[in-house]
Each structure stands twice: as C-alpha cells, then as structure tokens.
C-alpha cells in the first residue's frame, strides 16, 4: 500500500478492508477495579506481615537500622500513604498484565493455577529478581535482603495473581 491509501487517521480506508479481507480484531482488557482494591488491602496487609513479625528484625538489621529507634509517626504516615498508592499502581497494572495473557494462544484453555504462576513467575523474573540481583551486587546489599526483598516480591505477585486471577 502506498502512503495515500490511508485516510486522514492512518487506519485503512473501509473500502479497501473489503478488498483484502482485512479485519481489525478488537482486544477489549477488561479489569475487575473491585479485585484491584482488595489486591491493594492484602498486599498491604501481606507487606506489614513479611517486614514486621516474619523478617522485621533480620531486615531490619540487613538494611542498618538501629532496632532502638523508633521512626516518627509522621515517617510512618507517609511511608504508609506511599506504599497505598504503590500497591495500587502494582494492582492496577498487573491486573492488565494479566488480562494482556488471555490474548496468547493457549492460554484461555490453561485453568487458574497456571495462568497465577505464570504471571507471577514470569513477572518476578523478567522484572523483580534482576533489579534485586543488582543492587545486591552494585549496592553491596547482602544476600539476605535479596532473599527477603525477591521472596517478598514472588509472595506479593502470587497473592495478587491470585485474586485478580480468580475474582474477575
């Protein structure tokens, strides 16, 4: 086709789809918001766990804290506000990663187990384990944190997976 057979918008002039059998196949991404809010209730939730009762004091000592000093409320505030608006952007975005996968081959025959580990698996590998592998190497964390930090990471992903997956 040459550069003037398109209209004004770039897309393909009606009279020429009939002519080559061209159809445009619309994906609609359709996302539960319900299922994203709660995604962000228990993946906060899920944070308080890991980094308080399960691993507060190894991380805590892993990142240089001094377990004596207690951060100001309005420290914790922000954090706390910050990390709501974090987990939301993580919900909100998984949530059309995963929707994303039912357009690959396959994988509307695939049941819920293996549509959660696949996008939680594939996610935390291609995104979460190399940023954590590099700043355990280039800022000099230490292996534990990485363990806490990626095993957090995986935890977060298979949760929300999970409920997005399942609650659509």
């Given amino acids: 086709m040459e550069s ?5 918008n770039g897309a393909i002039p009606k009279s ?18 319900i299922a994203v809010l709660v995604s962000v209730v228990v993946n906060f939730v899920l944070g308080f766990i890991w980094y308080t009762p399960l ?7 892993e990142m240089g804290y001094d377990p004596t ?3 100001e409320k309005s420290a914790m505030f922000k954090g706390m506000a910050f990390m709501v608006i974090g987990n939301f952007l993580f919900a909100w975005v998984f ?12 994988m509307a025959d ?27 190497v280039w800022e000099k964390n230490s292996w534990k944190l990485f363990a806490i930090n990626t095993g957090y990471s ?3 992903l298979l949760v929300v997976a999970f409920i997005l997956t399942i609650w659509k």
């Fill in 4 to 8: 003037g057979d398109h209209s004004k």
């Fill in 154 to 156: 995986l935890t977060s």
């Fill in 110 to 136: 695939m049941g819920s187990l293996s549509k959660v580990l696949s996008a939680s698996i594939f996610t935390w590998l291609g995104f979460y384990f190399p940023g954590q592998l590099g700043a355990t």
């Fill in 55 to 61: 691993f507060g004091r190894v991380w805590g000592k």
């Fill in 16 to 33: 020429q789809t009939s002519r080559t059998n061209f159809q445009l196949k619309i994906m609609e991404v359709k996302v539960n918001l």
């Fill in 69 to 71: 000093v207690k951060p």
């Fill in 95 to 106: 949530a059309h990663n995963i929707a994303a996968w039912e357009f690959v081959p396959g």
